[in-house]
């Protein structure tokens, strides 16, 4: 019998092509792509608005 990735939920390879274990990671890649894009734009204001009290 052939492995069909699409019986598997998508094939996700980083997690054995586990569908369950895959949604969890996505989720945390979700999470993580929000804090460093706040994080990101909070350090990026530095530079569009430098302190002047320096």
């Known amino acids: ?3 069909d990735h699409r019986q598997r939920g998508g094939g996700y390879a980083l ?3 586990d569908p369950v274990r895959g ?3 996505l989720g945390g890649m979700g999470l993580w792509t929000v ?4 994080d990101f734009f909070w350090s990026f204001s530095y530079t569009l608005f430098p302190n002047s009290r320096a």
């Open 1 to 3: 019998m052939a492995f």
């Open 35 to 38: 804090v460093l894009g706040i």
């Open 23 to 25: 949604a969890q990671l």
């Open 15 to 17: 997690t054995g092509f």
